[in-house]
């Protein structure tokens, strides 16, 4: 048996801080520093050549690794409970670099109907003109997705909860069905967090955060990572160092320094959550509200077996007013941000018809489910009263008719 590393018995929160971050650096700094050299210098040829062959740990060029860089990787790592893992200058490209690596012409994707507006332009524009189909089953329904699975596939993806109606997959139904048809699974994690949710301990072989959202956390810096079994992210990582999309250091830095208080973040971000979605709920300017910790929700069942601690820190509520009230309620905020990130310390809230689905007809977003007054509203970690307060306030605003 394998010995079990210090670190395996850490939990969650101590991983955020201390994970990954081993040194020794220079003079004995506590922090992991930015170390910003394009290239790594060698006196003696023969370990120079070593290091280039990949016999003796070092760094040769940053395109391909940096000791920051590393250092947030193997932070990731750890909290994702991944064998290896590997880091891009944005989601996209960690996601778009993972597809492109592990896939070849003739091959079947299978997905759901609900997955990132980039991601689904990969699935139906970009892969299928190189021979590669993407068919997308309906997001919450695991027969359909077992079904199109079933069919024959090389690789399924999935993220849960989706943007922007908290949408759950069930992961480990997910995983049986790709286990069954030889299929690697792929999971975006960017909306849970490994805080409150581990795909591969569910069952998934890779999994892929957008860094630029809860990871970094304070909305100042773009990133992206793939974590999971060894020989597919050492695939990855080959394609990444050819294809060029690296993080740079500066970029590692922040989100090592933003990952430090992760744990803290989400659950309060979750807590807060929570008490929101449950008093919008009953707030009568609100028609409906979308978020896997309330009762109501489709996906509440699974999303209880397989997340821990917290539904995470994004929910989406539609108005009765339409998108009218939206244009009245938005701008009254005063604790959100009007912007189309999320996950940040700071709240954001925005309509999905303007940002994330903005390039979608009325009609397209009605079949995905997606009302033309929704607003999707990122909880930061104000105090949860003073954003109650804001939002009464401002639904309070609005004027029928
Ligand atoms: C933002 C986001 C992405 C893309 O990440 P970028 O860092 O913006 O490239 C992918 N998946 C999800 C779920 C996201 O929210």
Redesign the pocket.
């Known amino acids: 048996m394998s010995g079990v590393t210090k670190d395996s018995v850490w939990g969650a929160g101590t991983i955020a801080v201390r994970g990954g971050e081993a040194g020794p650096w220079p003079g004995g700094a506590t922090q992991v520093p930015i170390v910003n050299s394009v290239a790594f210098g060698y006196d003696d040829v023969d370990r120079w050549h070593e290091v280039a062959l990949g016999m003796r740990a070092g760094h040769i060029y940053s395109l391909n690794t940096n000791p920051t860089v590393a250092a947030f990787e193997e932070k990731l790592r750890r909290l994702e409970g991944g064998e290896a893992a590997a880091s891009f200058g944005?989601?996209?490209?960690a996601?778009s670099n993972t597809l492109w690596a592990l896939l070849k012409p003739g091959d079947r994707v299978v997905s759901i109907t609900d997955s990132?507006g980039?991601?689904s332009r990969l699935f139906l524009e970009f892969l299928p003109k190189y021979g590669i189909r993407a068919d997308l089953a309906a997001t919450g329904d695991p027969g359909a997705l077992e079904k199109a699975v079933g069919q024959g596939c090389r690789l399924v993806y999935v993220?849960t909860p989706t943007?922007p109606t908290l949408k759950v997959v069930d992961l480990r139904r997910a995983a049986r069905a790709a286990r069954a048809a030889g299929a690697i699974l792929v999971v975006?994690n960017?909306?849970a967090t490994p805080i409150i949710q581990q795909p591969l301990a569910l069952g998934a072989d890779l999994v892929v955060h957008?860094?630029?959202?809860f990871l970094g956390g304070h909305a100042d810096v773009?990133?992206?990572v793939v974590a999971g079994r060894r020989d597919l992210v050492d695939t990855v990582f080959k394609y990444r160092e050819i294809n060029g999309a690296a993080l740079s250091a500066d970029a590692a830095y922040l989100l090592i320094r933003g990952m430090k208080t992760l744990a803290l973040r989400v659950r309060q971000q979750s807590r807060s959550a929570l008490v929101i979605a449950r008093l919008l709920e009953r707030h009568p300017a609100v028609s409906r509200v979308f978020y896997p910790g309330l009762m109501s929700h489709p996906g509440h069942d699974v999303a209880t077996a397989q997340m821990r601690g917290g539904f995470g820190g994004v929910l989406s509520f539609s108005l009765k007013g339409g998108f009218d009230a939206v244009r009245q309620f938005l701008p009254a905020l005063q604790l959100a941000h009007l912007a189309a990130n999320?996950g940040s310390v700071e709240t954001v809230a925005g309509p999905p018809r303007t940002t994330s689905h903005v390039e979608l007809s009325a009609e397209d977003r009605e079949a995905l489910g997606i009302p033309e007054a929704l607003v999707r509203y990122s909880v930061g970690i104000e105090e949860t009263a003073d954003l109650v307060s804001d939002l009464q306030q401002a639904l309070g605003t609005i004027t029928s008719g």
């Open positions: 944005s989601g996209m490209a996601i990132y980039g991601t993220e943007n975006d960017t909306f957008s860094a630029s959202k773009l990133g992206g999320l």
